[in-house]
């Protein structure tokens, strides 16, 4: 049974930082491109940061502030965000993609609000 848990969502101040992470199990880990997504009430869900063996991408409009890194060893993939923004404000939820095989985490709310 393949399962994606997202951790270190919440509330933080217009400039702040916040790192989430996702702790996947029932997957070869390594074999995986795993991402990070978002979406904000009334959007479609967006694609943050992907990362896999060949490649690392990101929006346009995180580039420079969030971090994609992952530890194969501990099945982990983080996402360090810095200079938050309120339009960052949205459910972020953990991917992992292989082969047409698509998973997902149940999402982590992360607000930025003064």
């Known amino acids: 049974q393949v399962q994606l848990v997202e951790s270190g969502g919440g509330l933080v101040q217009p400039g702040g930082s916040l790192r989430l992470s996702c702790a996947a199990s029932g997957i070869i880990f390594r074999f995986y491109a795993m991402g990070w997504y978002r979406q904000a009430p009334g959007t479609q869900r967006e694609l943050v940061a992907t990362?896999?063996?060949?490649?690392?991408n990101y929006a346009d409009s995180v580039k420079g502030r969030f971090t994609i890194s992952r530890d194969n060893a501990k099945k982990l993939v983080y996402l360090q965000m810095n200079s938050l923004k309120p339009e960052d404000t949205a459910v972020y939820y953990c991917?992992?993609?292989?082969?047409?095989?698509?998973?997902w985490g149940q999402g982590t709310q992360v607000t930025v609000s003064s």
């Open positions: 991917n992992a993609a292989l082969n047409g095989n698509d998973y």
């Open positions: 990362n896999s063996a060949f490649s690392t």
